[in-house]
């Protein structure tokens, strides 16, 4: 019996083996998507999981802490107490049906508000507050309407965050270097739109009052970019 001919009959013995008694294709077991860690602090599981497998320019790991770390500031200049909890796991899974293999086609805030109990479960994060922490994820859009502490000033972080310096970074950071979407001057449309839907859209008191200064630095960095592109024609 020649190499070649036990090749081929180990092929066809291999191929008849992937069906089933009922003559249906036996299918590759799907892959285990990632998971939070059991058994250790929730809150260290939650970052150490965030930052394995939420990695993008603009809405990765360093988005969820500057959200965290800017809702509680926020709250803080406004005297309002939030459930440190919530805040915390809702901040750091807003987007977590942005990134493979949580994303779909549906709105990845509804998707990650239906997906965080499995994500949590088992964790030893308080099950008894999941509702409020799926209520902050599904409304941190800046165009949909928050209810409750948490869910309010994690709305507004998450819209502060289109604004000022960061604003462009963030905008900038996602520009395709090959000329796909966004382009540099796509990336000034982005610009341009979230100072324009932005800050209508906040609502606390301390929110409001950033609004000044982040508008102001956007401004005035479109006016000197325009300036020095030919009105973005050389951009």
């Given at each position: 019996?020649?190499?070649?001919?036990?090749?081929?009959?180990?092929?066809?013995?291999?191929?008849a083996?992937?069906?089933?008694?009922?003559?249906?294709?036996?299918?590759?077991?799907e892959?285990?998507?990632?998971a939070?860690?059991h058994?250790?602090?929730?809150?260290t599981?939650?970052?150490?999981?965030?930052k394995?497998?939420m990695?993008?320019?603009a809405?990765?790991?360093?988005?969820s802490?500057r959200?965290?770390?800017?809702?509680?500031?926020?709250?803080?200049?406004?005297?309002?107490?939030?459930?440190d909890?919530?805040?915390?796991?809702?901040?750091?899974?807003?987007?977590?049906?942005?990134?493979a293999p949580?994303?779909?086609?549906?709105?990845h805030?509804?998707?990650?508000?239906?997906?965080?109990?499995?994500?949590?479960?088992?964790?030893?994060?308080?099950?008894?507050?999941i509702?409020?922490?799926?209520g902050?994820?599904?409304?941190?859009?800046?165009?949909?309407?928050?209810?409750?502490?948490e869910?309010i000033y994690l709305?507004?972080?998450d819209?502060?965050?289109?604004?000022?310096?960061?604003g462009?970074?963030?905008?900038?950071?996602i520009?395709d270097?090959?000329?796909?979407?966004?382009?540099?001057?796509g990336?000034?449309?982005?610009?341009?739109?979230?100072?324009?839907?932005?800050p209508?859209?906040?609502?606390?008191?301390?929110?409001?009052?950033?609004?000044?200064?982040?508008?102001?630095?956007?401004k005035?960095?479109?006016?000197?970019?325009?300036?020095e592109?030919?009105?973005?024609?050389?951009l």
């Open positions: 019996m020649s190499v070649t001919y036990k090749k081929c009959l180990a092929h066809t013995l291999f191929a083996l992937a069906f089933t008694a009922t003559g249906m294709p036996v299918q590759a077991a892959a285990a998507k990632p939070i860690e058994g250790a602090d929730w809150r599981a939650v970052q150490t999981f965030v394995a497998n990695k993008h320019p809405w990765g790991y360093s988005h802490e959200d965290y770390v800017l809702a509680k500031e926020l709250a803080a200049a406004d005297g309002v107490t939030l459930d909890d919530v805040l915390f796991a809702a901040s750091y899974l807003h987007d977590v049906a942005a990134f949580f994303r779909t086609s549906a709105d805030q509804d998707v990650a508000a239906d997906l965080v109990p499995s994500l949590l479960e088992g964790t030893g994060f308080p099950m008894a507050k509702e409020a922490v799926r902050a994820i599904r409304t941190h859009m800046y165009a949909r309407d928050p209810k409750g502490p869910a709305h507004d972080a819209a502060l965050d289109w604004l000022g310096a960061i462009i970074a963030r905008i900038f950071g520009v270097p090959a000329g796909g979407s966004p382009d540099g001057p990336a000034v449309k982005r610009l341009e739109d979230s100072l324009e839907s932005v209508p859209r906040i609502i606390s008191k301390a929110g409001k009052a950033r609004i000044e200064q982040r508008a102001r630095e956007l005035d960095f479109l006016s000197a970019l325009r300036a592109t030919a009105d973005i024609r050389r």
